[in-house]
C-alpha cells in the first residue's frame, strides 16, 4: 500500500470511529482535526539595521501603524536579541538554528568580505522544501552559498533595493495566490531602514516623493527627534535620525500591504507572522556591538491559535530559535543529513556513509509565546567575530537573569568600524567637535574596552559600570564564564582556545 493510500484508509478508518461519537464530541474532535489539518504557512519579516524606533515599543516619535497593529495581534517580546549584530552572520543564524562560529559564516557575503556557509548545514528554506513547502525570497537575500540556502522563487521586481517595500508586497500577493496548495514560507526582507552607505546617510531618494511608486513619504524634524543616551545629542545625529525614521516608515507601509494581502488572500488565520530586525540600528554604539542596542531588538510573534492578543513576553530568546520555532509550527522534522568527510575540515557533506540527525543551538519558543513571563527561559548567548572582513573583534556573551559578561577575546585591538559608520556624519561629527563622550560612554571606553565587561542589566541599562574588577562579583563572574567556556564547547567554537592560549 502506498503512502497515500494508507494516509486514505487511515482517515476512513477514524471517520466511521467518529460517527458512533456523541455529537459534541463528534464536533470537538472534529475541530481538533480541522485544526490539525490546516495549512501550516510562514511568513517571515525581517527588516535592515532596526532597533525599538516602533510606536507599540513605546516610541513617541515614530510612525508605524503596521508594526502597532502586528503587535496588538500578537506577542511582542522585550528581551528577545540577535546573536551577532551583523547583517550576512545575522540572517544564517536566522536561517539555520545554528551560531555563525559554527557554520563558517563569520561576517558579510558580499564583496571582498565574502563570508560563507559550510554546504555540510541545512538551512531553513531546504528543509522546509523537503517537507513540501513552496518557499519564495523577496528583498535582501545576503547569504551565501545561493544552493545551502536555496528558495524556490525570488520575486524582486520593482524592488528598487530592497527599499520599495510596497512593491515588494505587491509581489509576495501574487505569489501567495498562486494556485498551489502546498503550504508556504516566505523569507521577507527589507534593505530599510539601513543607511545608503554614501555621504546622504538615509536619504535614498527621501526628497522625491514619486521615487518610490505606491510609498507615501513620512518626513520627520530633526528638532523633534529624541535621541537616545546612547547617541549624543547634535544636530548631525538628529538630521540622520530623521532620515532613519523616514525609512522605518516606509518599511512599515510594507508590512502593512503585506498583512491587507494575508486577510485578502484567506490566509490571516493559518499563517504565522514573526517580524524583527537582522541587528541594532546603524549608528556607532549598536550596530556591530554586542551592546544592548545593537543586540536587545524588536521581535513581534502573531500565530494563528494564540490565546491571548497584544500580549508582552519578556523571554530571552535569541536569533538562533527563530528556525526551530518555525520548524515546531511547522511540525516538520528534518531528515538525517550525511555527517561531515571524516578527517576532513571542508564543511562539505559526505557521500553515503553514515547519517546524523539535523540539531540547532537554539530551541523552539512556540509553547511559550502567550506567557508573559516563561519559565527556563532566562539564560542566552551571543557571538560576534567579524562584520566587514577587516573588522575582526570577535566577542562572546553570555546574558543570565539581569548580568551580561561580555568576553572581549581581541581586546588588545582598537575596536574597529564598519566603513559607513565611521564616515557617518554622526561619527563625523564625534570626530570633528571632539567629543570625551559618547553618547553617556567616554570615547576612549568605546575604543579601547577591556578583556572582560560584566553588567547589571536591570541597575545599568547602558552598560556603563563594569563589574569585572569588582571583588564581590568574582564569583559570579567565574559561575558566567565557566557557563560561557562550556557553551563555546558545545557548539564548536574555535574561539575558545583562546581561554587557554592567551
Not at 476512513?12 to 482535526?33: H, K, V, Y
Not at 528554506?125 to 545561493?146: D, F, Q, W
Not at 523633534?224 to 525609512?247: F, I, K, N, S, T
Not at 546524523?356 to 567575530?385: I, K, N
Request: glycine share 8%.
Amino acid at each position: 500500500m502506498t503512502k497515500p493510500e494508507a494516509r486514505m484508509a487511515a482517515l476512513g478508518i477514524a471517520c466511521a470511529l467518529f460517527a458512533c461519537l456523541p455529537t459534541a464530541a463528534a464536533e470537538g474532535r472534529d475541530d481538533e482535526r480541522e485544526a490539525a489539518n490546516s495549512p501550516r504557512n510562514v511568513v517571515l519579516f525581517v527588516v535592515d539595521d532596526q532597533g525599538f524606533q516602533a510606536g507599540c515599543y513605546g516610541d513617541k516619535v515614530a510612525k508605524t501603524p503596521a508594526i502597532d497593529r502586528l503587535a496588538a495581534e500578537g506577542v511582542r517580546f522585550t528581551r528577545a536579541h540577535c546573536t551577532t549584530a551583523s547583517c550576512s552572520a545575522s540572517r544564517s543564524v536566522l536561517l539555520t538554528g545554528l551560531q555563525n562560529h559554527a557554520t563558517g559564516h563569520y561576517g558579510h557575503a558580499h564583496g571582498y568580505n565574502h563570508f560563507s556557509t559550510y554546504e555540510s548545514v541545512q538551512t531553513l528554506p531546504v528543509m522546509l522544501a523537503e517537507a513540501g513547502y513552496r518557499t519564495c525570497s523577496i528583498g535582501k537575500y545576503h547569504v551565501a552559498p545561493e544552493y545551502v540556502y536555496h528558495f524556490e522563487t525570488y520575486r524582486n521586481q520593482g524592488a528598487q533595493g530592497n527599499r520599495n517595500a510596497v512593491r515588494m508586497a505587491q509581489n509576495a500577493r501574487e505569489w501567495i495566490a498562486e494556485d498551489d496548495e502546498r503550504p508556504f514560507f516566505l523569507y521577507f526582507c527589507t534593505s530599510d531602514p539601513h543607511r545608503g552607505g554614501g555621504p546622504d546617510g538615509f536619504a535614498n531618494h527621501n526628497d522625491d516623493p514619486t521615487y518610490y511608486p505606491g510609498v507615501k513619504p513620512v518626513r520627520y524634524d530633526p528638532e523633534e527627534m529624541g535621541v537616545p543616551p546612547w547617541l549624543p545629542d547634535l544636530p548631525e545625529v538628529r538630521h540622520e535620525l530623521a532620515e532613519y525614521y523616514q525609512a522605518i516608515s516606509r518599511l512599515d507601509q510594507g508590512l502593512g500591504v503585506l498583512l491587507d494581502a494575508l486577510e485578502e488572500t484567506g490566509h490571516a488565520d493559518d499563517t504565522l507572522v514573526i517580524f524583527l530586525s537582522d541587528n541594532g540600528p546603524p549608528f556607532p554604539g549598536a550596530k556591530t556591538n554586542l551592546y544592548q542596542p545593537g543586540m536587545n531588538l524588536p521581535l513581534i510573534v502573531r500565530r494563528p491559535d494564540q490565546k491571548q492578543r497584544g500580549t508582552t513576553n519578556d523571554a530571552l530568546v535569541s536569533w538562533a530559535d527563530i528556525a526551530p520555532t518555525i520548524l515546531d509550527y511547522c511540525g516538520v522534522t528534518p531528515q538525517p543529513v550525511p555527517a561531515i568527510r571524516p578527517q576532513e575540515n571542508t564543511g562539505r557533506r559526505a557521500e553515503g556513509g553514515p547519517k546524523r540527525p539535523v540539531t540547532f543551538h537554539g530551541r523552539s519558543f512556540l509553547s511559550v509565546v502567550d506567557e508573559e513571563h516563561p519559565q527556563g527561559w532566562d539564560e542566552s548567548y551571543a557571538s560576534h567575530t567579524f562584520h566587514e572582513i577587516t573588522m575582526y573583534y570577535p566577542m562572546r556573551v553570555v546574558t543570565s537573569g539581569n548580568l551580561k559578561y561580555i568576553f572581549n577575546i581581541a581586546h588588545q585591538l582598537p575596536y574597529p568600524f564598519a566603513s559607513d559608520l565611521y564616515r557617518s556624519p554622526t561619527w563625523q561629527a564625534t570626530l570633528k567637535e571632539p567629543l570625551s563622550v559618547y553618547g553617556r560612554r567616554p570615547v576612549s571606553q568605546y575604543l579601547h574596552r577591556p578583556r572582560h565587561e560584566l553588567y547589571d542589566l536591570e541597575a545599568d541599562p547602558d552598560e556603563l559600570n563594569n563589574l569585572a574588577d569588582k571583588p564581590e562579583y568574582q564569583d559570579r563572574l567565574k559561575e558566567l564564564q565557566d557557563k560561557l567556556k562550556s557553551w563555546q564547547k558545545r557548539t564548536g567554537d574555535p574561539w575558545v582556545l583562546k581561554w587557554e592560549y592567551e
